[in-house]
């Protein structure tokens, strides 16, 4: 068996290699490891909206209870409100059904720790060897899991401190005290991708004040991430426009990164998310160390842009799981990645889209600037990214040849731009950037590199 665990969980095309035995196998293990020898320990679980996530949601639930943990089942609900919610609640591990940005085939399981934290390398590989070995134990009786916040058979074992009701408000509800700021008088088009944030994104932007319109929010369980959301905004910077909006947002499936649009339609990406939202904490005395964590893929031009700020941007491999890393040890307060997601570690364990759009709108309201104008403060340096399919992506982007081509063009940009490429964490694909001065020399370059890797 190869590894289960990419960047961000264990995914795949559900009920082919992603199976309901998968699921069961592995929140079964994952149970076991971080139940951490409690005579009754506790789960949340999650999901978004995709068709697939019913049946693996009822796998992972019986995987659970399987291994003595009682579930608090909170149905659809972003990423990060499973992460903060395994916290509130005080569970030894947290799952989320869900292939975030992927097309709806795909999905995936996420687990988090105690507290709502992602898994390092090692807990992840002690699941692993559980899942591989099969050995896991068996409780009977009344030692078997419990599902709680829902009627049971004859509805004896209901909870109403974990009902949906409660679970999606607290989330709400936690979402507007972080804001910080009454958001009235701006007008937001919020793009839920058809996915989690469907219901809990609009309310958390109406309580916070602001005048919400809603696209792609009524989720079928087919339509997630199709054609729209984070990964495809042409439709909401048509809508920011139509409306008058002072700005859009636009979410992925599981709503833990978002991309913003400004008031003219232009594309403000999750590097100019961060340099606006490093800049304010930094005025307050809030960003720790005047440190931003980042990762290799953000762009050259945040890096000039906080650099001239007295601000230092600190790299990670490409991975929120990296981010999150490095701001834990060095206790940082700010950090995230060029495609949006954006960690507050004040306020969340994880990326959370809402929350850094709510963040960003705070800082509109505080100054009273648009947003192209706060956005403004990065220059891009042009920058090209071309990803490659390929059969093994570790041995690709790992041959000599490869590695050479990349050097070589690494030499000739000198101090101008610089080459990053790396296998994909989820997909068989090998990604190849280039960021150069001169925008034809980047195109270039990144052709180039793009036909040897193929050709490998």
Do not use: W
Not at 50 to 68: D, F, K
Not at 119 to 137: H, K, M, P, Q, Y
Not at 179 to 194: F, H, P, Q
Not at 384 to 393: A, R
Request: glycine fraction near 12%; include cysteine; charged fraction near 20%.
């Amino acid at each position: 068996m190869g590894r289960l665990f990419g960047t961000d969980g264990v995914r795949g095309l559900a009920n082919e290699s992603l199976s309901p035995e998968l699921a069961l196998r592995v929140s079964a293990a994952a149970a076991q490891v971080l139940s951490r020898g409690k005579k009754r320990a506790l789960a949340v679980v999650g999901r978004d909206p995709r068709a697939s996530g019913e049946m693996l949601e009822a796998a992972v639930v019986a995987g659970l209870t399987s291994a003595g943990v009682d579930v608090v089942s909170v149905g659809v609900l972003p990423t990060p409100a499973v992460a903060y919610l395994t916290g509130v609640y005080d569970a030894c591990l947290g799952v989320m059904i869900s292939a975030s940005h992927n097309p709806m085939p795909d999905n995936g399981i996420k687990i988090f720790a105690a507290g709502g934290h992602k898994l390092d390398d090692a807990v992840e590989n002690r699941i692993e060897t559980l899942v591989a070995e099969g050995s896991f134990v068996r409780p009977t009786g009344a030692a078997i899991g419990r599902v709680l916040g829902r009627p049971g058979l004859g509805g004896q074992h209901f909870d109403d401190r974990y009902t949906l009701e409660g679970t999606h408000e607290r989330y709400v509800e936690h979402l507007v005290e972080a804001t910080g700021r009454d958001l009235s008088g701006l007008t937001v088009v919020l793009d839920c991708a058809n996915g989690a944030a469907a219901e809990v994104g609009p309310a958390a932007f109406r309580e916070a004040g602001a005048t919400v319109v809603a696209i792609h929010a009524e989720p079928d369980g087919l339509n997630i991430n199709d054609r729209c959301g984070s990964t495809h905004l042409e439709k909401l910077q048509a809508a920011v426009v139509e409306h008058g909006a002072d700005l859009g947002l636009g979410l992925d499936g599981d709503a833990d990164r978002c991309l913003a649009v400004d008031a003219t339609g232009a594309v403000v990406d999750g590097d100019a998310i961060m340099a606006v939202l490093a800049l304010a904490m930094n005025e307050t005395g809030e960003l720790a160390e005047n440190t931003l964590v980042a990762t290799v893929m953000s762009n050259l031009g945040l890096h000039i842009a906080l650099r001239a700020a007295g601000i230092t941007v600190l790299t990670t491999a490409v991975g929120d799981r990296y981010v999150l890393e490095e701001l834990r040890r060095g206790g940082y307060t700010l950090g995230g990645e060029q495609s949006g997601h954006v960690v507050l570690p004040r306020f969340g364990t994880t990326g959370d889209g809402i929350l850094s759009g709510l963040k960003l709108m705070a800082r509109m309201a505080e100054t009273g600037r648009a947003l192209a104008d706060l956005a403004s403060v990065v220059e891009t340096v042009p920058q090209v990214l071309v990803n490659v399919k390929v059969s093994d992506k570790t041995a690709v982007a790992a041959a000599p040849s490869v590695q050479e081509a990349v050097a070589e063009a690494e030499k000739l940009l000198g101090d101008t731009g610089r080459v990053l490429l790396r296998p994909s964490g989820t997909e068989q694909l090998v990604r190849v950037m280039v960021e150069a001065t001169d925008p034809d020399q980047a195109q270039r370059l990144a052709d180039d590199l793009a036909k040897l890797v193929a050709a490998v």
